[in-house]
Structures are given as C-alpha cells and as structure tokens.
C-alpha cells in the first residue's frame, strides 16, 4: 500500500519549536518533491514548504520564512519541517504530499494541483500557552 504517514504534531508554547515527519510507505521517496501544507478549520489548505527530489532546491510561506526548515533524508526515506519560533497562527493541521513531477514552483502552494500524486493522513500542531 502506497502512502505517506506524518508524525511530530503535538501541543507546544509560543516560541517552541517541533519537528514534523513525514515517512513513506511502499515506494521511495527519492523520486518525489515533497510539499508542507497546513489547514485550519474552515480555510482553504495552504502551502507552508516544498522541497525538490535532491534536496538542492526549497520553498517556503512568507509566512514561515526563517522559521521552518525543510530537510530530507532520502536514506530514511523522510522527509522533515523543522518549524521554530512557533506563533499561535501556525496552529494547524499539517499535511505532506508527494508530487513525481512539479509543473512549476507555484504547486508548492497549490494544494490542488493535480500534480501532488500522494497525500498523508494530517498531524495536529496547536501552538498555546
């Protein structure tokens, strides 16, 4: 069974940091760029980071810039969000997808595109003190 699995969510304070995973199952992620999205209740999924398939090139929100990293571990056939200086606006639920092929950058925060092959199950991040 094809699929991808995140973990890492959880509960954490204003200005703490998590680590968001997101594992594949069934097939390698080394062919695959790799997208962040985060969906709170009642808006649109928005593109938080993507990452391409070597890992040489990223993107990220405006909204997390300097603040999340993207990384991938191709041995682990994982990739990462390293999110830092969490705020109580990045209280989402986090999601992963995997794309064969990008048609352009802008995909990166397209969550409709019918680029993005694969989607994962979601992890919660809530950020409150």
Do not use: H
Not at 7 to 34: E, H, K, M, N, W
Not at 96 to 108: E, R
């Amino acid at each position: 069974q094809l699929q991808l699995v995140e973990s890492g969510g959880g509960l954490v304070q204003p200005g703490g940091s998590l680590r968001l995973s997101c594992a594949a199952s069934g097939f390698t992620l080394d062919y695959y760029a790799i997208g962040w999205f985060r969906q709170v209740p009642g808006k649109e999924r928005e593109g938080v980071s993507c990452i391409s398939r070597s890992g040489g090139s990223t993107n990220y929100a405006d909204s997390v810039k300097g603040r999340f990293t993207i990384s991938r571990d191709n041995a682990k056939n994982t990739v990462y969000l390293q999110m830092n200086s969490l705020k109580p606006e990045d209280t989402a639920v986090y999601y992963c997808a995997a794309a064969s092929q990008l048609s352009s950058g802008y995909v990166c925060y397209d969550s409709r595109s019918p680029d993005w092959d694969y989607w994962g199950q979601g992890t919660q991040v809530t950020v409150s003190s």
